[in-house]
């Protein structure tokens, strides 16, 4: 059985920092492509940071320069260092591996 689990999220000033963590279990971690998404109240979901199995990250030029992906396929974890945080950042952050996806944790930027 294949689980997600996500871990970091929480209150934090306009310009802080946050760590979101995703740990995997029940996959082969190592071979696949790791997203992090990210949902607002009333908005579509949308892809902010993704790293393949080669290690080459992308983003999108909303969070490009702040955020940061990064993986530990010894630990089956993949992380999303976020600074320089703004309000409209805030939302529910989710971790997707393939189809699968984490239960999501909230982000509120807010001073």
């Known amino acids: 059985q294949v689980q997600l689990v996500e871990s970091g999220g929480g209150l934090v000033q306009p310009g802080g920092s946050l760590r979101l963590s995703c740990a995997a279990s029940g996959i082969l971690f190592k071979i696949y492509c790791l997203d992090w998404y990210r949902q607002a109240p009333g908005k579509q979901r949308e892809l902010v940071a993704r790293i393949s199995n080669a290690y080459i990250t992308y983003y999108p030029d909303s969070v490009k320069g702040r955020f940061t992906i990064s993986r530990d396929n010894g630990k089956n974890t993949v992380y999303l260092q976020m600074n320089s945080l703004k309000p409209e950042d805030s939302a529910v952050y989710y971790c997707?591996?393939?189809?699968?996806w984490g239960q999501g944790t909230q982000v509120t930027v807010s001073s």
């Open positions: 997707n591996i393939d189809t699968w």
